[in-house]
């Protein structure tokens, strides 16, 4: 009863299913919610190049310019590529069921598995993400890092529990509120750098690590590349959107295209002019934020508003994630559980789920994104890689109308993308790249042994082929151990079931069958005692032996075995008496034709 | 399949079971008996004198020499002891522990005061006995010593498994070390005796006495007296164990007491006079016992052989409450003062359940003080004298009452027996109260008051499970109900059996999805055999709600009316697959649980591989 007051405040009145359809986001709340995620990213991307450049000295820092502009073409790949998607897939397109349709169920499942490693991730990653953006506000708090994050991720499952709509107008200020301040800074930081001309120079630093080659340029492409995050989200979430679907989506794609690339690219640019150097307790926009303003009221502004949309695009993932585990469920590859909705129309597994593994995550890596960024990207160009090439064999396969056009779009996009996944899984394999190599392997295996445990308990109950069931033939049972109320009523009980009922008894001390029996002779309402014999004042084997030699008769014959129980009115109570029936229930859970039934008789105080 | 692999390891470590009627077999001979109840008295002989010296010893070592007078006036309560319980196994033939005698002459909260006394003293004789026994071994061995903890747990661990086989076994296993300890401390004390006279042993070389932290007052003489008093442990334990015997079991009894208590004295006082003899001091990380038999025989041979039997006794003194916890314990469940299930006897014929929470609570102990005998002590001595106190003022109180032959004699020996355990207890309970003794004052009425809420929950059982005055209830009527989410192979089993239930059993579907209803109408009407499908909407998905209220319909029928909900559940093959499925049943079982008038009935569909 507690539970559920509580459950009803934190998670709000259940929903009927007919409510479903209202549930609905409009283009602006829509790109809010669906863009959190992949805006976040401008966040941390320039700093995670920044952080590879920087190996090769301060000077080698200038090169992060072009890297982005190289990220910034693929992310406009991409997005192209994933409004084709949409046209194709009005009712939500996950990587999952575009590469399954298109290319085969062993596609869909590596993408499958990519992307509830990524969704995962995104968790973690945006979470410490946003905390690091707070902390480098609030140097006092670093230390706690970790146990905020934990806080912020469980804060964020409760409000996805609520329900999706509730969840997307909570959600949809912040991320307007962060494109604002980025603006902000970018035009004051780029028109003040005009003005002046430059800023100091920086401190000198020590000799450079490494020169700069080429594989270190490719490890900054790979480390910038997370700035593709959270793209796919859009297409995956079609059906959350107000009719008419397709066009809202694709409108909020070619917006949060636009968005994405002027600013990751300014935020990079401007670094650079600014000549901010990654620093393990505070995140460059922090540093960019504090170089353009000061330290005033727009400084915690910004990070505040960083803080928020980080915090706010793992929400992405909860929508996500929880919608992908349905898919996988429905398809019988992932427990069932996760195919049902909660009575507030949110798939209430998938969410938990999600939760307690990202939090898990960030326990591990102790709240550290740039730990964590290396297992990030191999997930989410995975999925691109299946996604766009599912989309080259489907159109060669349809031929709609300018097949030929959009089979150049999504091949460039698979290339690209293909590309960049080798390009990342290359460079951080020993970073942490192998774990997520391996665990897409390991779930798959997953994936498959329970579909296939699925298939084969379909099989055995399936009534295709299933004649008249053999007649069954029925003896019922009554364990008794003395004669008292609760057994007098489970007698009445087994009576009902069947005339010709029958109590046993186990002897372990003659003296004590006698009184029974004496005691039966009074109240045991004709039902006939069998005693049987226990030397070894085991319960279990006489009782077994006898069930056993009632079921071997011919034809099938079930064996009911009535046990009254009494329940006691507090838990701790039931220390003080014998498990009895628990150890008989176990005892014949695994037999064939038995069945166990409790009478409960309640005590009152 | 992990069900039998648990059961075949337990006949590895326990031995095939036996037989009600073997019960009286299992009886000792005076010679085992003695080994067996007298290892618990006779290894405190390894500690006690230690316990003395390390009181005086805050007073100097000059302090030491009081160590002598204080031994003989703890024989001297051996004696009176010994004398006390020689009557009380006369009186109690079937078995005389303080628990029984104190509630039988005093009343029940005398009873309960002493069994809560007994069960702490029981706990505390391992733990005690096990950590001292470990300390000869690392007296001998000192590379052992930051080991003790767990040498500890493993020693009581053996023993416990060793009494899960059973008691005449045990029996035998034991005797063996409690001779050769009586015969090694005896051969050492006069052979030391004789040394020390005829000098062949030297003193040790006079050290100058330290000045002590404390004056040699009153207080530390009753400090070191208390100290000394776990001599006395485990004197009870024959008395206790009458019925182990073999035929005659009383005189028998007095006979084995006798010779304990003549043996305990003599070992007591020699190895507290050559302590004092040869000027030893006690030590951290070496026994007194050891440095005794070092001096005596030097590091030899002989010297490990003292350590070793030391060792053995100690450990199988620890055994001796393995067989009084579990009897105890089952004289009180019997009298539903604890949980019944202590009073069960397992398949080899002993108290299992008693024998493994003695065990866990031991090792708790030895875990919690770190294995260190001396922090022990101060709790281990005030449970000891305040059941040997209640247990002879029960005496007392028999023979007034009964007034049998020689009654004024009897009655004189166990009122001497009271007033000296008591005034030792109240002595133990003021000295020792800060180094531990209160926990036990505090645990003692904790447990009566638990003992009591047991009781008065059983009785309050009984009475509302009791037939007498048991008006009939009106005819029981039924209704089957099968829970169906589908129609399947398990299905169709469970409709067949709902239907040798009852003449008219119903089909209940709980409704999410219109489409689904339809889907299984369909079927239904080619599977369902004739069972009518009754369909409850349900808007918010849940199935319980819908469910439970037209349970509550039902029930509104008659006055005495079941339910019977059938549930339909198909059992995988293999453990990891359950997590697989819905755990419905599980849910919906927990709903009912605790409604009236409602069983719940799995039909398991075993799966295949």
Request: hydrophobic share 55%.
């Amino acid at each position: 009863m507690r539970v559920h007051v509580l459950k009803r405040l934190l998670v709000g009145e259940p929903l009927s299913t007919a409510q479903a359809r209202h549930e609905r986001l409009t283009k602006v709340t829509g790109l809010a919610i669906f863009a959190s995620d992949n805006l976040s990213s401008v966040a941390y991307a320039s700093e995670e190049i920044l952080r590879v450049l920087i190996i090769a000295g301060p000077a080698a820092l200038g090169a992060s310019t072009p890297i982005a502009i190289a990220i910034a073409i693929v992310i406009a790949i991409v997005i192209y590529s994933y409004r084709q998607t949409i046209l194709a897939y009005p009712q939500g397109a996950s990587d999952y069921i575009v590469a399954k349709d298109n290319i085969g169920p062993a596609a869909g499942l590596t993408a499958g598995s990519a992307l509830l490693i990524d969704y995962t991730l995104t968790v973690a990653v945006s979470v410490s993400a946003g905390i690091a953006a707070l902390t480098s506000a609030f140097p006092a708090l670093f230390p706690l890092r970790a146990w905020l994050c934990v806080g912020a991720i469980a804060l964020i499952a409760v409000g996805n529990l609520r329900g999706l709509r509730e969840s997307g107008r909570l959600f949809a200020l912040p991320s307007y509120l962060f494109i604002a301040g980025l603006v902000a800074l970018l035009g004051v930081g780029f028109a003040r750098y005009a003005a002046q001309g430059g800023t100091a120079a920086p401190a000198a630093v020590g000799e450079p690590a490494a020169a700069l080659g080429a594989f270190l340029i490719l490890r900054a492409f790979a480390s910038g590349a997370v700035a593709l995050t959270g793209i796919e989200a859009v297409a995956d979430g079609v059906t959350a959107f107000k009719p008419p679907e397709v066009v809202n989506a694709r409108a909020v794609l070619a917006a949060l295209a636009v968005i994405m690339t002027a600013l990751f690219v300014g935020t990079t640019a401007l670094a650079d002019l600014y000549d901010v150097i990654p620093h393990a307790h505070e995140t460059v926009v922090s540093q960019l934020a504090r170089q353009v303003f000061g330290g005033g009221i727009i400084y915690y502004y910004i990070q505040a508003v960083s803080m928020l949309i980080l915090v706010l695009a793992a929400n992405t993932a909860f929508a996500d994630f929880p919608r992908l585990a349905f898919f996988m469920a429905r398809d019988g590859y992932l427990p069932r559980q996760f195919g049902n909705r909660g009575d507030r129309l949110v798939f209430s597994n998938g969410v938990v789920m999600l939760t307690v593994v990202a939090a898990g995550l960030i326990l591990i890596f102790d709240g550290d994104t740039h730990a964590l960024i290396p297992l990030y990207a191999v997930g989410v160009f995975t999925s691109f890689t299946l996604s766009q090439a599912s989309m080259v064999r489907r159109w060669l396969r349809l031929r709609p109308s300018r097949w030929p056009w959009r089979v150049a779009i999504s091949t460039l996009g698979a290339v690209t993308t293909g590309t960049v996944l080798l390009v990342v899984a290359a460079t951080k394999f020993l970073d942490g790249a192998w774990i997520v190599v391996a665990l897409i392997a390991i779930l798959i295996m997953i994936f498959v042994t329970i579909r296939r445990h699925y298939e084969d308990v379909a099989g055995q109950l399936s009534l295709d082929g299933y004649g008249t069931p053999e007649e069954m033939s029925h003896t019922v049972l009554v364990l008794v151990g003395d004669l008292h109320r609760g057994v007098v009523e489970a007698l009445q009980y087994a009576r009902t079931l069947s005339p010709s009922a029958k109590a046993v008894y186990v002897e372990t001390d003659p003296e004590r069958t006698r009184r029974l029996e004496e005691k039966w002779g009074r109240h045991g309402l004709g039902v006939p005692l069998v005693v049987l014999n226990s030397p070894y004042r085991s319960l279990l084997g006489p009782l077994l032996e006898y069930v056993q030699h009632l079921t071997e008769r011919p034809g099938k014959h079930v064996v009911t075995m009535v046990i009254p129980e009494f329940i006691p009115a507090r838990w701790w109570q039931h220390l003080l008496h014998n498990q009895t029936a628990l150890l008989i229930k176990g005892a014949l859970l695994f037999r064939r034709n038995v069945i166990v039934t409790d009478v409960p008789y309640h005590l009152k105080h | 399949m992990a069900h039998v692999r648990a059961y075949q390891l337990k006949r590895l470590f326990l031995g095939s079971p036996l037989p009600t009627a073997q019960s009286r077999h299992e009886r000792l001979g005076k010679a085992t008996a003695l080994a067996t109840f007298a290892s618990d008295a006779l290894s405190s002989v390894a500690y006690a004198t230690e316990e003395i010296l390390l009181v005086l010893v805050l007073a100097g070592s000059a302090a030491l020499s009081y160590s002598l007078p204080i031994a003989f006036v703890i024989a001297g309560l051996i004696i009176i002891v010994v004398s006390s319980y020689r009557e009380t196994i006369r009186a109690y033939p079937g078995g005389g522990g303080a628990y029984i005698v104190s509630k039988d002459n005093l009343g029940i909260y005398a009873g309960l005061v002493a069994g809560a006394a007994l069960l702490i003293d029981y706990v505390l004789t391992v733990a005690v006995s096990v950590a001292a026994g470990v300390a000869a071994i690392t007296s001998a061995i000192p590379a052992l010593f930051p080991f003790r903890i767990w040498v500890c747990v493993a020693a009581v661990a053996a023993i416990a498994i060793a009494n899960l086989r059973g008691i005449r076994e045990s029996g035998k296993i034991f005797a063996a070390p409690t001779y050769l300890f009586i015969v090694s401390v005896l051969g050492m004390i006069i052979y030391g005796a004789l040394g020390a006279i005829f000098d062949f042993i030297g003193e040790t070389p006079y050290a100058p006495h330290p000045p002590g932290l404390e004056g040699v007052g009153l207080f530390l003489f009753l400090r070191a007296f208390a100290a000394g008093c776990t001599a006395l442990t485990g004197v009870e334990a024959v008395s206790d164990g009458v019925p182990a015997l073999k035929p005659p079991e009383a005189p028998n009894a007095r006979v084995v007491l006798t010779w304990l208590g003549v043996i305990l004295v003599a070992l007591f006082l020699g190895m507290t006079y050559l302590a004092y003899d040869f000027g030893i001091a006690p030590r951290v990380g070496e026994t007194v016992a050891s440095q005794l038999a070092r001096h005596v025989f030097g590091t030899g041979l002989i010297y490990y052989e003292i350590q070793v039997v030391t060792m053995l006794i100690l450990l199988l003194a620890a055994n001796t409450a393995f067989a009084d916890f579990p009897r105890l314990a089952f004289f009180l469940a019997r009298d539903r003062f604890i949980p019944r299930q202590f009073g069960t006897q397992g398949d080899r014929l002993v108290f299992s359940n008693g024998i493994l929470i003695l065990a866990g609570l031991a090792a708790a102990l030895l875990v919690v003080f770190g294995a260190d005998t001396h922090a022990l002590i101060p709790l281990y001595a005030v449970g000891v004298f305040l059941s040997f106190t209640f247990s002879q003022a029960g005496m007392v109180r028999r023979w007034l009452r009964l007034r049998e032959a020689g009654w004024r004699w009897r009655a004189t020996l166990n009122g001497i027996g009271a007033v000296a355990t008591g005034l030792v207890m109240v002595t133990i309970a003021v000295t020792k109260f800060v180094h531990g003794a209160w926990i036990v004052l505090i645990l003692i009425p904790v447990l009566v008051l638990l003992f009591v809420a047991m009781h008065r929950h059983y009785d309050d059982v009984a009475r509302q499970l009791s037939l007498e005055d048991f008006t009939w209830p009106p005819p029981m009527t039924n209704t089957v109900l099968v829970l169906v989410g589908d129609l399947h192979r398990g299905v169709i089993t469970a409709l067949q059996y709902a239907q040798t239930l009852s003449a008219s059993p119903k089909a209940v579907f709980v409704e999410t999805d219109p489409e689904r209803t339809r889907k299984l109408e369909e079927k239904w009407s080619k599977w369902g055999m004739g069972v009518p499908l009754i369909v409850l909407s349900s808007p918010y998905r849940s199935l319980l709600g819908p469910l439970t209220e037209y349970v509550d319909t039902l029930q509104r029928l008659g006055p005495n009316h079941m339910v019977t909900l059938v549930l339909p559940e198909f059992l995988p093959a293999r453990w990891w697959q359950q997590i697989l499925h819905n755990q419905t049943a599980l849910l919906i079982k927990g709903t009912f649980l605790f409604r009236k008038n409602v069983v719940i009935t799995d039909v398991p569909h075993h799966l295949r591989h």
